[in-house]
């Protein structure tokens, strides 16, 4: 519970609650005790003073029923008394009912009370001595009544019985108050981190301050302010990478035509294969450079609004796939290709083709044919990419978006690839996944985008084959 921090807040105001709530019951226990003492003391006194009339009016004989009952009805303890005349002389009662330690001081002390142990019991004694002058008898009279504890210990149990109770209820009640309390009062601090929790990764724009404590804005200022110097040392890096690119991209370029023309020029074979791999690390170079600067605006695209057009996915797919048997004709890549409208950048979109065409190119056999599909199903255009490749594990399916991870590190590659394929994915507010191929072999590069209601019926409007229906699934367009 000491973990969170509404544990701790509670257990700090809990554990006082429960000290002070046991400084309490000590003193109601006390005061009780004190009250007791002195309620059954007065009463000691009234008893002692009627066996005392008794014995001298009766001239020492037993105790009437009247005073019997009396006796009953006032107490359930055990009683027992003892009379004692001038010199000592034993009158009526308990012979042995033991006196006080220091003895009867009858000049001082008209009324003594002490405790003692009689017949093996606690017992509260009082001694009550009278001065008496008759004919008959003449001199200090003393009576002694003893009276067992269990009245006492009853009346304080019961008393105590009920003030724990009445302790109990209210810590319990306090405890709930206060934990609803404090739920209440770190709501706003819980709130906080569920929106700081749902933020998308990328997401650098300040905290909204709307009815925050004061304590909590002090905290989201200093969070405001960390994300504000974060996200100019993100764009410092940006601009670094992009200028950086810019900047290789011109002396790249023109060292690819130059290793072409070395390459036809070379005059051995020694020559021929130092020229052509100088040509494979300038393509290299080039593809980095050009996957830099599509990272960087596809970036920079998710924190801007910009204008998007509306096309046909099924037209880039097949697009891009002639060009990209162009340059690997040994490559199969059939094409199931069915209408998919969406909005968004024909270049960008362009890019994630090109990248998952050449991602399943470097896993996938040159006999196992590289398919791609495209479709609508339940108002989401979506778009396949499968291959015949070994796969990626499940453990490794979310890291292959990482930037520079390659699941295998032998393969070629920069590792930039599928993560430009998710920046620009998100940035059109679509989700890409990877899933196992047909029959478990391969991989299934899956990427859904989010169509609008009137974009398919524009595109209706625009192309009368295509018509849109009411089921979630927009039909192929019919041959021909």
């Known amino acids: ?100 330690p220091g003895g009867i001081n009858v000049l001082e002390q008209y009324l003594q009370f002490y405790d003692a142990t009689y017949y093996d019991l606690p017992v509260r004694v009082i001694a009550v001595s009278s001065l008496v002058d008759r004919p008959d008898f003449s001199g200090w009279m003393t009576t002694f009544v003893a009276q067992t504890l269990n009245d006492r210990d009853d009346y304080v149990s019961a008393i105590m019985i009920d003030a724990l109770l009445r302790v109990l209820l209210l810590i ?51 969070l405001n302010d960390l994300l504000r110097r974060l996200s100019e040392n993100i764009s410092v890096t940006k ?100 209408s998919a409208p969406i909005m968004g950048k024909q270049l960008l979109l362009g890019e994630v083709i090109d990248n998952l065409l050449d991602n399943a190119a470097k896993y996938s056999d040159k006999a196992t044919p590289i398919t791609i599909r495209t479709f609508v199903r339940n108002n989401q255009s979506v778009m396949e990419i499968i291959d015949g490749g070994p796969g990626v594990s499940e453990a490794e399916r979310e890291r292959v978006f990482e930037r520079f991870y390659r699941a295998t590190p032998s393969a070629a590659g920069s590792g930039l690839g599928l993560a430009i394929v998710k920046e620009i994915v998100d940035a059109h507010r679509g989700t890409v996944s990877l899933e196992p191929g047909p029959d478990n072999t391969g991989t299934t590069v899956r990427c859904l985008f989010p169509v609008a209601a009137e974009t398919l019926y524009a595109l209706a409007a625009e192309a009368p084959a295509m018509r849109p229906n009411t089921a979630p699934e927009v039909k192929p367009e019919p041959p021909g």
């Open 1 to 100: 519970m000491l973990r969170t921090l509404h544990g701790r807040l509670l257990a700090w105001l809990v554990i006082p609650l429960l000290l002070l709530s046991g400084a309490h019951v000590a003193s109601t226990y006390v005061d009780t005790r004190r009250t007791a003492e002195s309620i059954f003391d007065k009463l000691l006194v009234t008893l002692a003073l009627s066996i005392s009339e008794h014995a001298l009016a009766s001239g020492g004989d037993v105790l009437t029923d009247d005073l019997l009952e009396l006796i009953r009805e006032t107490t359930n303890d055990n009683l027992f008394y003892k009379v004692i005349g001038p010199d000592s002389a034993f009158i009526m009662g308990y012979e042995d009912i033991p006196e006080p």
């Open 239 to 338: 601009r670094f990478v992009e200028n950086a690119a810019h900047q290789l991209r011109t002396p790249v370029s023109a060292l690819l035509p130059q290793s072409e023309l070395a390459l036809r020029h070379a005059e051995s074979d020694r020559e021929r294969r130092a020229v052509s791999k100088i040509k494979r690390s300038a393509e290299k170079i080039a593809r980095l450079t050009n996957q830099l600067l599509n990272l960087t605006y596809a970036e920079s695209m998710r924190l801007s609004e910009q204008e998007l057009s509306r096309f046909n996915l099924k037209a880039i797919a097949e697009k891009h796939r002639e060009a990209f048997l162009v340059d690997h004709p040994e490559l199969q890549v059939v094409a199931d290709l069915e």
């Open 172 to 222: 319990i009640l306090a405890t709930v108050l206060l934990s609803v309390g404090i739920s209440l009062g770190l709501r706003p601090l819980r709130q906080l981190g569920e929106s700081v929790q749902r933020r998308d990764m990328d997401d650098l724009s300040p905290i909204r301050r709307h009815n925050l404590p004061d304590e909590i804005e002090g905290l989201v200022d200093e």
